[in-house]
């Protein structure tokens, strides 16, 4: 773990029921940023929900852009789903987006998600531990890092949702201003989602896509769910109008809640 120091919010300084934490990483030789969100549950072992955010975002823009605690809790308060901790994490801060990737210039945003991040919240947040099973998703460049992420480490985690996800890195042109050059990594297959979900089949946890129809994405998911099929690769891909945007994105995020639940109760 390349973990320097972590500042933490109180209780009374956060509202609701968030914690926001900065973390000092060697991963991005800098600070990075995490809000977590039912975090000072009196539960213990709480599943960990990952929310990743796409291209100009941060780790706040899942509550104060896409109200997602705000859809929790009325799925709570329903008894439609059982308690989780949101973690929501910034990707690292890179130009427009990282992808969260392992990138060649040293700037490690998988290992910030994968090894810092997620020992953060498991040393801050006690209703959460090591025997917490761990979802991950995402939207756009979120659901890119979800999906691969997902595949790439497909053991460790217990299900994976992407909502209107870049599916290919070559999308990412339609977002950023920068040379794609710059999401280089050591790996050549590394950026290759459909590689990391062939190569670790066997292991992928259950996984569910979806996409507006009226996304600038929805093409590509169209496809990338084609692979997946002809791969062999279990999986379920839902459209429904919308398009890449929050209200899309607050709805859809129910549906990402209630199938993580599903695996919960199925795990029982």
Not at 131 to 149: H, N, Q, W
Not at 183 to 205: G, I, M
Not at 255 to 267: K, S, V
Request: some cysteine.
């Amino acid at each position: 773990m390349s973990i320097q120091q972590i500042e933490q919010s109180s209780p009374e300084g956060a509202a609701d029921k968030r914690m926001v934490l900065t973390v000092h990483a060697s991963s991005l030789k800098g600070r990075g940023n995490i809000s977590c969100y039912n975090a000072y549950s009196e539960a213990t072992d709480l599943p960990i929900v990952i929310l990743l955010h796409g291209v100009y975002g941060n780790h706040w823009v899942w509550m104060n852009m896409g109200g997602a605690h705000a859809v929790y809790e009325r799925l709570r308060e329903s008894n439609e789903i059982d308690e989780m901790l949101l973690v929501m994490p910034e990707d690292g801060s890179y130009y427009a987006g990282s992808a969260y990737l392992p990138l060649r210039n040293g700037f490690n945003y998988e290992q910030w998600i994968m090894e810092d991040m997620l020992e953060t919240v498991l040393k801050r947040v006690p209703a959460a531990s090591k025997k917490s099973r761990v979802y991950i998703t995402g939207l756009s460049m979120g659901g890119y890092g979800a999906l691969r992420l997902g595949a790439k480490y497909a053991s460790r985690f217990s299900g994976i949702s992407a909502h209107s996800a870049i599916t290919t890195i070559e999308e990412m042109r339609i977002f950023v201003e920068e040379d794609l050059s710059i999401y280089q990594c050591e790996n050549p297959n590394e950026t290759d989602v459909l590689h990391w979900a062939t190569q670790h089949k066997a292991q992928l946890p259950p996984l569910r896509m979806d996409c507006g129809k009226d996304d600038v994405l929805y093409g590509g998911n169209v496809e990338f769910s084609q692979q997946l099929k002809a791969a062999q690769i279990d999986h379920t891909f839902t459209t429904s109008e919308g398009g890449h945007e929050w209200p899309y994105w607050n709805r859809m995020v129910e549906h990402t809640l209630r199938f993580f639940d599903g695996i919960e109760h199925q795990a029982v």
